[in-house]
């Protein structure tokens, strides 16, 4: 009897709660031993094709073809390469087969062959999506098969110019034992159809699980294999699905593509930024825009702060933000406003989740303006990093920053002090570069609130 790790691999002899390898718990299970394997035996070619000059190469071999959905190109750079294979990974329910029956479609619609294979539904399952999505086309093949036998079988007969597998886990050979999306099996399936794309030259998007912790399943040899690992992401309750490109051989991997998830399908989003602002034409205290960099994409972002009398112990209830962050800002802030003492909950609009410190200074003005009750003033967006002795640092990117906050309308901003000695601020912005915290908060408006009480107290 033998045991494997379904994450990376790992045998032993014995069962193990957690795998000594990948430092994984639950991942140990019973495997059978393979008694077969599929086997190429490597032949001597009768006249081999030699070596040739690299200024030679035909470089169109390589070059990428759009999948006219732009959100989509815009990760991969530039669009899907013959012979590439991308692993797209993510939750459950997240909108992945959504995606590529759109890509499938887009695709065919430009005079293509595309084979659609599904593992986890059936065909009439598969067409009802395709309907909704309005994604029907007569060049876009599909089939319902678990074997890989057959698949490839099917590859051979159709002669695709883009395949889709939906999803790796769920293809099982039978030259090998084990059960589908066991380790052996994964990475039988995995390098056969891997064989299969570049023997023929057609581009191939695999569809992945994940685990628990957000990671691909199955053994760590599959993100090798393929040629692109991207990330669908997005909030059951969030309109907003993101793709990111983990590893790209043939372009960027600090880009992110937008989508709009509605009841039609999923819409590429190329100005995101409206999805997290506030709707409301009034100016309202707790409220502050800052600009994050996701990837190599500036997205303008509002945070909101309420601050509630406290009974008891005060409460730090956060939403899409970093909570420790935020704790450290509001210990920074306390000397000014008595943050210590206050209920103070902060979140962002539309559901974009913030982790870059390049969004304290919003935080923070946010939060002194709901002490103060006090609104900034319209049309301010705050760039910066806070230490702990209330020192405004520079952040990365802050001409990129500075340049999508004026194309949306912005004219006043605050800056860490530095930031603009090698970029100009953009034409008709008024931006002001500060050193500390109190000078941020001077600089934005607000009084201060310690002061006020120790006025009025003598």
């Known amino acids: 009897m033998q045991y494997e790790c379904t994450s990376c691999g790992y045998r032993t002899a014995k069962w193990l709660g957690r795998c000594p390898q990948c430092r994984e718990w639950g991942t140990i299970e019973e495997s059978v031993p393979a008694h077969r394997t599929v086997r190429t035996q490597a032949k001597p070619a009768a006249q081999g094709t030699g070596a040739t000059p690299i200024t030679e190469v035909d470089r169109t071999l390589a070059e990428a073809r759009s999948t006219h959905i732009p959100e989509f190109d815009r990760v991969l750079g530039g669009g899907l390469v013959p012979g590439a294979v991308v692993l797209l990974a993510g939750e459950p329910g997240v909108g992945k087969s959504t995606l590529l029956i759109e890509v499938g479609s887009w695709t065919a619609r430009q005079g293509a062959t595309v084979l659609y294979v599904t593992g986890e539904e059936s065909a009439a399952q598969v067409r009802l999506r395709a309907e909704r999505v309005d994604a029907l086309c007569d060049t876009l093949y599909l089939t319902a098969e678990t074997d890989l036998g057959i698949v490839l079988g099917t590859i051979d007969q159709v002669k695709p110019d883009l395949l889709i597998i939906d999803s790796v886990q769920t293809l099982a050979s039978a030259d090998v034992d084990g059960a589908p999306g066991g380790v052996a099996q994964v990475r039988e399936v995995a390098a056969a159809v891997i064989r299969a794309a570049k023997d023929h030259a057609i581009p191939t998007v695999l569809v992945g699980h994940v685990t628990k912790d957000g990671s691909v399943a199955g ?24 793709l990111r490109a983990v590893k790209n051989r043939y372009g960027p991997t600090d880009e992110v593509g ?9 819409e590429s989003l190329p100005d995101p930024s409206g999805l997290f602002l506030s709707r409301s034409t009034t100016k309202a205290p707790g409220s502050c825009l800052t600009v994050a960099l996701e990837g190599r994409r500036p997205m303008l972002i509002e945070v909101q702060a309420l601050v509630d009398k406290a009974n008891g112990n005060p409460r730090r209830t956060v939403s899409d933000l970093d909570s420790n962050r935020v704790a450290m800002l509001l210990a920074v802030l306390s000397p000014l406003y008595r943050t210590g003492e206050v209920d103070v909950f902060a979140a962002t609009v539309g559901g974009m989740r913030i982790s870059e410190p390049a969004s304290d200074l919003a935080i923070a003005l946010a939060t002194a303006s709901a002490v103060v009750h006090k609104p900034l003033y319209s049309r301010l967006v705050a760039v910066g990093e806070i230490s702990l002795s209330g020192e405004i640092r520079q952040v990365p990117g802050v001409s990129q920053r500075l340049a999508e906050a004026a194309r949306q309308g912005i004219t006043n901003a605050i800056v860490a002090r530095g930031s603009l000695d090698t970029v100009p601020a953009p034409p008709g912005m008024r931006v002001r570069e500060v050193e500390t915290l109190l000078e941020a908060v001077e600089t934005a408006g607000l009084p201060i609130a310690v002061k006020k009480e120790e006025e009025s107290g003598e």
């Open 219 to 242: 053994p760590r040899l599959l993100e090798h294999l393929v040629d692109v690992v991207c990330s669908f992401e997005g909030e059951r309750h969030s309109r907003l699905r993101m």
């Open 258 to 266: 937008c989508f709009d998830m509605t009841e039609q399908g999923i």
